[in-house]
């Protein structure tokens, strides 16, 4: 008894020890073609031989421990045939009900040794192992798992200068055209990837935070104290009746050197006039990027650290240049509809650049403005600083070109693979093995009582039955005799005297 049962423990600590193996392992879908050729990782964690090896392990262990709780019941069938006289016809039920407790015999046999009946369902139910077991492991699509990783954010931009080259100068050298990019796709320039791959075969979400200092706008609603008439009264060009839809001005500085744009649409459609100021400010961005088939950055939070003063006719700073840069391609924008009357036609007319997110053209030709102008042009200028993290953005100084250095952090993993839930084995097995051991317990408290260790064996049966007793009594036996053993290690099997 006690040998089997500690080879049952060997499937069950194999068991665990595979689910470990696996657990955060990517599920492999490939043929069993190259049966550990490259070694046995890739076959191991093949979704069918999973669940085969699952179901083996614990068919290995119920059985095991099955056969304990049997062997136990031996002792206590010999116990019962000793302790109180029995009928021919319930051992014969006791016999049955070993190999099936649900029985037609299970009547009788209850009747006879209510213990046996529940030994033989405690080994029956062993069954139960490989249907509850075996669920321990699942192929989660959503395991999360985090590690160390380095990625690229931006320094400190305040202490990069532009250019510092006597060969050239800033003015030559502008970013409009990653902001112009910016503007009329409506999204930022996609991040960085610097998340190693190698963690799973399938496909992977990656995602990490960090936090910059960056420039970006802080936009007033102006609209209340602006002069509306003055913007939307149609004015006459070349003989048609024009009216204005966008247009966005520098106001010249004046000692204070903050860079400002003010900004003023019309929805001619909806009769909406919308003024906003906005000055440029350096913002603490705090940003979680995510890379999966696309890459992201959401801007969880941006607030507003100090306003960026400069004058816009000598610039230094990368955030004041970039700012300006963003003013000056706002201001290059021109949309106007022109009237129909005169040679003109009519319609849109606007420069060469798309509008985005800000701005869209309607099916009937119209163009609509953002509801809130003061939120698209903030996340406008935002876009244009969430793209630093493209990596395609540098400083004009070819002494320090780079906007982004390394920096290491705590990358989120999230991907398809196993996921083990130790409780769903340990709490089947653990319920399994104790009460295997409460069989064994019983089971020797049985031979102990008995003096010897008993089988089930036809020559243990016919040594028992195989005395003169017996022989005296054989034309008197039926199948309702009721016979005892004899509380000796032999334990002879006899008719009882009241019986004939
Ligand atoms: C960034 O650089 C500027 C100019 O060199 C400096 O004044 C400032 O303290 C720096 N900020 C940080 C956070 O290091
Ligand atoms: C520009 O470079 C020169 C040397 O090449 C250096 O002395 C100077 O401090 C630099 N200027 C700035 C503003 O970094
Ligand atoms: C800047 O560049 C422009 C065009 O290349 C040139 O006309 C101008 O003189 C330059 N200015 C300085 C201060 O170098
Ligand atoms: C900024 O980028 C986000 C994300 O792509 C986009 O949803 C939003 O409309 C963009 N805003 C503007 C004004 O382009
Ligand atoms: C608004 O602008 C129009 C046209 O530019 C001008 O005629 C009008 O006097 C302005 N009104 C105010 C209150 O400034
Ligand atoms: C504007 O109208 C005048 C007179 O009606 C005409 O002489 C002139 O050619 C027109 N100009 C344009 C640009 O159509
Ligand atoms: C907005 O900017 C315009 C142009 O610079 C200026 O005339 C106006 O006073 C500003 N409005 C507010 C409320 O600051
Ligand atoms: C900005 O610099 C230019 C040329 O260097 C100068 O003429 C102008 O006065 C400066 N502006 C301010 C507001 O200081
Ligand atoms: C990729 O990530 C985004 C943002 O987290 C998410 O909305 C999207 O469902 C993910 N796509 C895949 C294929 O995982
Ligand atoms: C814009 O909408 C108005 C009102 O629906 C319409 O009269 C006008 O023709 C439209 N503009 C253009 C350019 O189609
Ligand atoms: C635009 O959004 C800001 C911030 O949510 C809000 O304070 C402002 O009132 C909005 N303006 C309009 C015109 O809806």
């Known amino acids: 008894m006690g040998v089997i049962f500690l080879l049952a423990l060997c499937p069950i600590v194999l068991h665990h020890f595979y689910y470990h193996y696996l657990d955060g392992r990517s599920p492999s879908n490939s043929a069993i ?38 062997i ?38 209850v009747r006879a040794s209510f213990s046996l009946i529940f030994l033989a369902m405690l080994a029956f139910s062993m069954s139960l192992l490989s249907v509850f077991v075996p669920g321990a492991i699942k192929i989660s699509d959503d395991f999360v798992t985090s ?34 990019t910016v503007l009329s796709s409506g999204s930022y320039l996609p991040p960085l990837n610097p998340c190693n791959e190698d963690i799973s075969d ?45 247009q966005a001005s520098q106001p010249p500085q004046i000692g204070d050197l903050e860079m400002q744009v003010s900004v003023q649409t019309y ?53 004041a240049t970039y700012i300006n840069d963003i003013i000056s391609t706002l201001a290059g924008i021109d949309v106007e509809m022109i009237g129909n009357s005169g040679g003109r036609g009519s319609g849109i007319s606007m420069t060469p650049i798309m509008m985005g997110n800000i701005g869209t053209f309607g099916l009937d030709g119209n163009m609509t403005w953002r509801d809130n102008m003061t939120i698209a042009l903030e996340e406008f200028a935002q876009n244009a600083t969430l793209s630093f993290l493209s990596g395609q953005i540098f400083s004009f100084d070819p002494e320090d070109p ?11 993993y999230t991907f398809t693979a196993y996921k083990y839930s130790p409780y769903r084995l340990f709490v089947p097995y653990g319920v399994a093995v104790l009460v295997t051991i409460l069989c064994i317990i019983w089971g020797w408290s049985a031979i102990r009582r008995n003096g010897v260790e008993e089988s089930m064996d036809f020559s ?15 034309e008197y036996l039926d199948k309702n005799t009721k016979v005892r053993s004899e509380d000796t290690v032999e334990g002879d099997l006899a008719p009882i005297s009241s019986n004939y």
């Open 147 to 180: 590690k160390q990783c380095t990625v690229q954010k931006p320094r400190n931009l305040t202490a990069v200068n532009v250019f510092n080259n006597t060969q050239s100068n800033s003015s030559t050298l502008s970013y409009t055209t990653p902001i112009i």
């Open 460 to 474: 243990r049966f016919l040594r028992a039955v195989l005395n003169e007793r017996m022989y005296e009594a054989r």
């Open 402 to 412: 780079d906007l982004l250095e390394s920096t290491t952090t705590t990358c989120t």
């Open 33 to 70: 073609k190259s049966f550990c050729i490259k070694g046995c990782s890739n076959e191991l964690r093949n979704q069918t031989l999973v669940s085969d090896i699952g179901i083996s392990l614990a068919y290995a262990s119920q059985t095991l421990l099955a056969t304990v709780i049997v």
């Open 267 to 319: 929805d001619f459609k909806r009769a909406v006039y919308q003024a906003v100021n906005c000055t440029g400010v350096l913002r603490q961005y705090s940003t979680i990027v995510s890379h999966n088939t696309s890459s992201t950055i959401d801007a969880f939070e941006s607030s507003i650290i100090s306003t960026i003063q400069a004058n816009a006719s000598q610039l230094v700073t990368f955030p």
């Open 202 to 246: 399938g496909p992977i979400q990656c995602e990490y935070i960090i936090d910059f200092t960056a420039p970006g706008f802080d936009c007033a609603d102006v609209t209340a104290t602006s002069n509306s008439s003055g913007f939307t009264t149609p004015f006459i060009f070349q003989n048609s009746s024009d009216t204005f839809l966008f």
């Open 72 to 109: 136990a019941a031996m002792q206590v069938f010999w116990r019962r045939m000793r302790s109180r006289p029995i009928r021919i016809s319930q051992i014969d039920a006791l016999m049955n009900i070993r190999t099936n407790p649900f029985s037609p015999s299970f009547f009788r046999a």
